[in-house]
Structures are given as C-alpha cells and as structure tokens.
C-alpha cells in the first residue's frame, strides 16, 4: 500500500473500510473500501483522525481482508446459512431456518490455530432461529497472504461443513408415564404438559400419552405402542431413581438396541437415560424435569428433534460445564 496525505487523496480509492466511533451513540462504517475520495469527505476524514489514506497495491500472492473474509465464508459454510457482504473486512453467517447449529470443533480450532485468521461461532448443539447470527469471521491483517486462505480452504474441505444449521423434524412422538399414584389418580400428572411445553417450540406431534404402572412389563408394553403407532421418538418419565420399585431404566434397557447412557455428569437431570430401539430414541426423564428449568433433557431434546445422533464420549464430555444450575 501506499500512504498519502488525506488533502492528496482526492480521486483515490480507499483501501479498506473506515469507521467511525462516536461513544455511546455510533460505531460503524462511513466510507466503503473502493470509495473514491471527493473534496468534501476531507473533513469527516480529519475528524475521525485520518490525516493519511492508503492506495491498495496488492503483490502476487496477496488478499485483501474482504477477499480473504469472503473466500473463508465459503469454505466453512454448510447447509441452511446465509453470508453477508464484508463489512469492515468481516463475513457475518446468518441462520435461514429454525434448526440446530453444528460446528466441527476440531476443524474450527485447526483454523484458528493457523494465525492471522479469527473465526468465531455460536456453541455447538444449541438452537438458532431464522436471521440468528451463528458465526462471524475475518482475516486480521489487512493483507494477507494467499497461502493461509489456502490452508483454511484445504482444512474445511477435510470436515465439510466447518459450520452449517440442521432442520429440526416433526417428529411423532410418544410419551409413557409410569407410576401407580399416577394411574390411580392419587397424584395429579405434572410430566405430560411439561412434556408438550418442550416440544411445543419445535413443532412435534404428540401421538399421546400412556399412564401405566410399575411394572417393566407395562412400562414396555406402552414403549412398544407407541414404535407400533411409528413414533420416531418415545419419552418415558418417571420411576428413574436407584428405588428398587423405579423399574423405567431396566424396561428401556432390555427393548434398547443401544443404551447410549443411564446417568449423565449434568446437574440437574443426572439421572437420565438415552437409548436406541432399532433406530428410535428414548429417553428416560427423571422428576428433575418437571421442576427445574433447564435440565440434561433441554441439552439433548433438540439434537434429536434434528435427527443427531448422541454418542455416549460426547455425554461424558458433558462433565466441564455440565453444572446447568
């Protein structure tokens, strides 16, 4: 680049965005990288602090940061998200649906680990909703060199996609309580809304629910009606604790294909179970659910509704940060 002094720079472009800071009123861009100089910007660029402008030439083998910012959005994006236009040399990734962000960890680190580079996203596994922002990024210098685009561009094809948004699935979903002072009315059924009221944001269809008793033979025989009505997710709740009458995890566990885990390192709702049945999951809620907030049932709810499959190192992983309250 080449400096020159901002009363010389009538009918130069400007190489890169500038911005102005007003604190507590304004921080943005006022004049766009490639903006011709006129007589009359002089004054707004002294104001701002801009006694020497810079004229773009770029080498053989350079980027400038809006190139670089907006080839790096097309490696790392995925399905169902949006790039902006760079502004101020950053490419903003913006969700187009109501879904489940994903983001390889390990090939967002390889990048940044690269220097010069800083791609930032939402966490993994949470839930963004259509125009949410889900992850911003930008070369930090200026000018940057080729080669280090190239490096990102080879590490995101190895993972594709570095970032992107699963649709969430309507699923049929079925939900079997268990408990005899349930069943017998004894004691007034508080799972069944706050079921609905989780799955109410995601649009599922609730094929009903059963109310059975203690036995693991009820308990199955209700889980096996709900996979006969074609569920694509059953919900078992209550009878989750160490009790010798909580028989709920001993009847998922002998339908269950894969039992991903029975306990969990998340307070509260260290007491859930994941299992498959030929491909169906179902979970196992324990009392936790119904009163607190935030529970391990809110952290994996929407993972399934988008069709991810759990794996039981990524509920262990659970353990560094897994305090929810």
Same mark, same amino acid.
Request: charged share 25%; proline share 5%.
């Given at each position: 680049?080449?400096?020159?002094?901002?009363?010389?720079?009538?009918?130069?472009?400007?190489?890169?965005?500038?911005?102005?800071?007003?604190?507590?009123?304004?921080?943005?861009?006022?004049?766009?990288?490639?903006?011709?100089?006129?007589?009359?910007?002089?004054?707004?660029?002294?104001?701002?602090?801009?006694?020497?402008?810079?004229?773009?030439?770029?080498?053989?083998?350079?980027?400038?940061?809006?190139?670089?910012?907006?080839?790096?959005?097309?490696?790392?994006?995925?399905?169902?998200?949006?790039?902006?236009?760079?502004?101020?040399?950053?490419?903003?990734?913006?969700?187009?649906?109501?879904?489940?962000?994903?983001?390889?960890?390990?090939?967002?680190?390889?990048?940044?680990?690269?220097?010069?580079?800083?791609?930032?996203?939402?966490?993994?596994?949470?839930?963004?909703?259509?125009?949410?922002?889900?992850?911003?990024?930008?070369?930090?210098?200026?000018?940057?060199?080729?080669?280090?685009?190239?490096?990102? =561009?080879? %590490? $995101?094809?190895?993972? +594709?996609? !570095?970032?992107?948004?699963?649709?969430?699935?309507?699923? @049929?979903?079925? /939900?079997?309580?268990?408990?005899?002072?349930?069943?017998?009315?004894?004691?007034?059924?508080?799972?069944?809304?706050?079921?609905? =009221?989780? %799955? $109410?944001?995601?649009? +599922?269809? !609730?094929?009903?629910?059963?109310?059975?008793?203690?036995? @693991?033979?009820? /308990?199955?025989?209700?889980?096996?009606?709900?996979?006969?009505?074609?569920?694509?997710?059953?919900?078992?709740?209550?009878?989750?604790?160490?009790?010798?009458?909580?028989?709920?995890?001993?009847?998922?566990?002998?339908?269950?294909?894969?039992?991903?885990?029975?306990?969990?390192?998340?307070?509260?709702?260290?007491?859930?179970?994941?299992?498959?049945?030929?491909?169906?999951?179902?979970?196992?809620?324990?009392?936790?659910?119904?009163?607190?907030?935030?529970?391990?049932?809110?952290?994996?709810?929407?993972?399934?509704?988008?069709?991810?499959?759990?794996?039981?190192?990524?509920?262990?992983?659970?353990?560094?940060?897994?305090?929810?309250?």
């Amino acid at each position: 680049m080449r400096e020159v002094h901002v009363r010389d720079a009538v009918g130069l472009r400007l190489a890169h965005d500038l911005t102005r800071i007003v604190p507590g009123e304004f921080k943005g861009r006022i004049f766009k990288k490639g903006h011709v100089i006129q007589e009359e910007d002089i004054p707004m660029l002294l104001d701002i602090g801009k006694e020497h402008i810079y004229v773009l030439e770029l080498q053989p083998g350079e980027l400038h940061e809006d190139d670089a910012a907006i080839r790096l959005s097309r490696a790392l994006m995925g399905d169902h998200l949006t790039a902006s236009e760079p502004s101020e040399g950053k490419v903003v990734l913006t969700s187009e649906i109501h879904g489940l962000v994903k983001i390889d960890t390990e090939a967002l680190l390889m990048i940044n680990s690269l220097g010069e580079l800083a791609v930032v996203t939402r966490k993994t596994d949470t839930v963004a909703k259509p125009g949410d922002t889900v992850a911003a990024m930008r070369a930090i210098p200026l000018i940057i060199a080729e080669t280090k685009i190239t490096q990102a =561009e080879t %590490l $995101a094809r190895m993972s +594709a996609p !570095v970032i992107a948004v699963l649709p969430f699935r309507r699923m @049929k979903v079925g /939900i079997v309580t268990t408990g005899s002072e349930v069943l017998t009315g004894r004691v007034e059924d508080k799972f069944g809304p706050r079921i609905r =009221e989780k %799955l $109410a944001p995601f649009d +599922a269809e !609730v094929l009903g629910q059963k109310i059975v008793g203690d036995t @693991k033979e009820n /308990i199955q025989a209700g889980i096996q009606e709900f996979l006969n009505q074609g569920a694509e997710l059953v919900i078992c709740t209550g009878g989750m604790s160490v009790d010798p009458d909580d028989r709920t995890p001993g009847a998922i566990h002998e339908l269950a294909t894969e039992v991903v885990s029975y306990g969990m390192p998340v307070l509260p709702g260290s007491m859930m179970m994941l299992a498959y049945i030929q491909g169906v999951p179902v979970f196992g809620l324990p009392g936790a659910v119904i009163y607190e907030e935030i529970t391990a049932f809110d952290l994996f709810l929407p993972r399934i509704l988008a069709g991810d499959k759990v794996t039981s190192r990524e509920i262990a992983e659970l353990g560094h940060g897994g305090l929810l309250k």
